[in-house]
């Protein structure tokens, strides 16, 4: 599965507005779910979930990026999306320092194998250097677009 697979394209936010953890999240969330159509009940629930998720150990992985993910019995198909923050968010990340992008994660609870290859695709593509560099440089939707298409190209992509 490539990672344009994954990323509904609609639900990127180029510029973050929340500053917090979990207004990211929020925001995040409500976007995806808009996305692929789903409710302001199921985003509410959702959102806590991966709240919760976050409580229990942080996803902000280094280098600026963060990847807050959940199962969800109102996800049918696993689904992302990727926002982006310039000022940073405070994510408790390992190496204690903000958090610049952030990759949501959505994914059923029934297809335990998909969410984890999922995640590690993800994970891949963000340990390149200039992949993270271009994406905290885009500046709008078509660019963050773009690099993750690009991505998907590169020889191990």
């Known amino acids: 599965m490539k990672l344009s697979d994954l990323i509904v394209s609609d639900a990127i936010i180029p510029e973050l507005e929340a500053t917090d953890r979990n207004g990211v999240i929020r925001?995040?969330?409500n976007s995806l779910c808009s996305g692929i159509g789903l409710g302001e009940s199921e985003a509410a629930s959702i959102s806590k979930a991966v709240i919760q998720?976050?409580?229990?150990?942080?996803?902000?992985f280094g280098k600026g990026v963060a990847v807050p993910h959940v199962k969800h019995s109102a996800i049918d198909k696993i689904v992302g999306t990727i926002g982006r923050s310039s000022a940073g968010v405070d994510f408790a990340a390992l190496d204690r320092s903000p958090v610049y992008?952030?990759?949501?994660?959505l994914s059923p609870?029934?297809?335990p194998d998909q969410h984890l290859a999922s995640m590690e695709n993800i994970f891949r593509?963000?340990?390149?250097?200039?992949?993270?560099?271009?994406?905290?440089q885009a500046s709008n939707k078509g660019e963050?677009?773009?690099?993750?298409?690009?991505?998907?190209?590169?020889?191990?992509?």
Do not use: K, Y
């Open 27 to 29: 925001e995040l969330v």
């Open 125 to 136: 593509h963000l340990q390149r250097d200039n992949f993270r560099r271009f994406l905290r």
């Open 101 to 105: 992008i952030i990759v949501l994660l």
């Open 144 to 157: 963050i677009i773009e690099l993750v298409q690009e991505a998907d190209e590169l020889p191990g992509g």
């Open 53 to 60: 998720r976050e409580n229990q150990g942080s996803t902000g």
């Open 109 to 111: 609870p029934d297809n």
